[in-house]
């Protein structure tokens, strides 16, 4: 037997190491095959398998319940607008409103990071930027009061109840439905018609009070021009304008009911004292003159039919019954006369005469509006 180990001794010397070596290669396999086979590789290799399919079951579910929703949602959407159109009427327009409301917000947050970003100002904004801001400001001034008024406990029922009898005066402009959009503007534009005879008597008034002889006449006489139904012609408007400066009519020196009459014009409140009457006064107006401003810009021939017509009716012309020409031949008229007077002698005062259409399709008749502050 030590014979025999001598010999194998020997003959492995003389084969060298690759006799060594060979059974390390046959035996490789061997144990790759049997960690392959062992339990804790057989569960790192079903580990990935069953994240994804449970991921993939996750998304599956999910996805069933948002088919399953739409689908109730549209049963629930015919059943209404088969046995109750109206409140039907009311359900899509709430639902429009609130995803128009969503983008909205999302777009005003945009800007104001853009602002943040370039350190820009409102004044510096594109037009159509700056007029999202302006409305989106006025939307939320309106929306306030109901929101104080929904504060107490269980108080959501009597703000439905308001919102409903009060769509006008409570809702903002993305839960008006098309017909309410036509019924309110007109509304509202019959309440600016309302007072610019009041407008007219105190600028007729304070014409009266002007020392100079010449510019006193040339106002009278488009005062009465303009109650009689006539349209002022661009020259006539320019001639008058440096009596808006350091005189009577400036601003600051205007009679407290002469300013309540013009913030109607302008849909603000006139329920403030004379201070703060003649403040928003004044940035309304700027607020006004930096839009014409933009506007000029961007050309009026930009503008989408729906711009247009909200462009006019910021500026007095009640648009809602118009056609596109018709607004824009107005508007451009509107951005030239702007553009003499910002290009004139600043003055205090913001008071211009723009013309306004009649509810016939003529000019049959003129108003006293605020275009800008000189």
Request: hydrophobic fraction near 45%; charge should be positive; aromatic fraction near 8%.
């Amino acid at each position: 037997m030590a014979l025999s180990r001598a010999a194998a001794r020997g003959g492995l010397w003389r084969l060298g190491p690759s006799a060594l070596s060979a059974p390390r290669h046959r035996l490789q396999p061997q144990l790759a095959l049997g960690l392959s086979r062992s339990p804790v590789c057989s569960q790192l290799r079903r580990f990935p398998a069953r994240s994804l399919s449970s991921r993939a079951a996750s998304r599956a579910l999910v996805a069933a319940v948002v088919a399953a929703a739409r689908w109730v949602n549209s049963r629930y959407e015919r059943y209404l607008q088969r046995s109750f159109p109206r409140f039907y009427v009311l359900h899509s327009t709430f639902k429009t409103g609130i995803q128009a409301l969503f983008l909205e917000v999302k777009e005003i947050l945009r800007i104001k990071s853009k602002m943040s970003q370039q350190r820009l100002s409102s004044q510096q904004l594109p037009y159509r930027e700056m007029e999202r801001l302006r409305q989106f400001r006025r939307d939320v001034l309106k929306a306030i009061p109901i929101g104080i008024i929904a504060i107490p406990p269980f108080a959501n029922f009597l703000v439905i109840i308001l919102m409903y009898f009060f769509p006008r005066q409570l809702l903002i402009r993305q839960f008006w439905t098309p017909r309410q959009q036509l019924e309110f503007l007109d509304a509202y534009d019959g309440i600016r018609r309302g007072w610019y005879p009041a407008v007219l008597r105190s600028l007729a008034l304070a014409a009266a009070a002007l020392p100079e002889p010449q510019p006193r006449q040339l106002l009278q006489q488009l005062c009465a021009q303009v109650q009689g139904g006539a349209r002022p012609h661009l020259a006539q408007l320019l001639a008058v304008r440096g009596l808006f400066s350091g005189s009577l009519l400036a601003l600051n020196r205007l009679q407290v009911d002469h300013v309540r009459a013009l913030s109607q014009v302008l849909f603000l409140t006139p329920h403030l004292p004379a201070f703060f009457l003649r403040h928003r006064l004044r940035s309304h107006v700027l607020e006004i003159r930096h839009l014409d401003r933009a506007l000029l810009l961007l050309g009026p021939g930009q503008l989408s039919e729906e711009e247009l017509r909200a462009a006019c009716y910021l500026r007095g012309l009640n648009s809602t019954h118009l056609g596109r020409a018709e607004c824009r031949a107005w508007l451009e008229q509107w951005l030239r006369l702007s553009c003499e007077l910002q290009g004139g002698p600043r003055s205090d005062s913001p008071v211009s005469l723009s013309p306004a259409w009649s509810p016939g399709g003529s000019w049959g008749g003129s108003c006293v509006s605020l275009a800008s502050a000189w």
